[in-house]
């Protein structure tokens, strides 16, 4: 729409239509849109929205009572940590179906890979 908008037409049709075609071959997933409605209903109506103490205190202090931050950087871009509230930290969003390209995650995560 942008190419269109500064390009005009005929000439912005082109990338336009790039940009639809994309879409169209795009893998859609209604494990997606089963996730994102279960986050969203959490984030609406979770009573405990509280931050895990180790994520209220900066990567570099940790006299402040909070417990110890680990910076996710520091262990190659993942580290294991609690980043959700107590209620909701072992809740699954997201389940891959055994459909398409989601069925390689599945494989995957019982491979233990990451």
């Given at each position: 729409?942008?190419?269109?908008?500064?390009?005009?037409?005929?000439?912005?049709?082109?990338?336009?239509?790039?940009?639809?075609?994309?879409?169209c071959?795009?893998?859609k997933?209604?494990?997606?849109?089963?996730?994102?409605?279960?986050?969203?209903?959490?984030?609406?109506?979770?009573t405990?929205?509280?931050?895990?103490?180790?994520l209220?205190?900066?990567?570099?202090?940790?006299?402040?009572?909070?417990?110890?931050?680990?910076?996710?950087?520091?262990?190659?871009?993942?580290?294991?940590q609690?980043?959700?509230?107590d209620?909701?930290k072992?809740?699954?969003y997201?389940?891959?179906s055994?459909?398409?390209?989601?069925?390689?995650?599945?494989?995957?995560?019982?491979?233990?890979?990451?």
């Amino acid at each position: 729409m942008y190419a269109v908008e500064k390009m005009g037409l005929p000439e912005g049709l082109i990338p336009l239509t790039h940009a639809i075609i994309y879409v169209c071959e795009a893998e859609k997933s209604n494990s997606v849109v089963t996730a994102m409605h279960l986050a969203e209903k959490d984030a609406l109506y979770s009573t405990d929205n509280k931050v895990p103490n180790h994520l209220k205190n900066h990567p570099s202090t940790n006299d402040d009572g909070h417990g110890s931050y680990k910076y996710p950087h520091d262990y190659g871009g993942y580290v294991k940590q609690q980043y959700m509230p107590d209620s909701l930290k072992d809740r699954v969003y997201y389940v891959p179906s055994k459909n398409g390209k989601e069925k390689n995650l599945i494989r995957k995560k019982f491979r233990g890979e990451n």
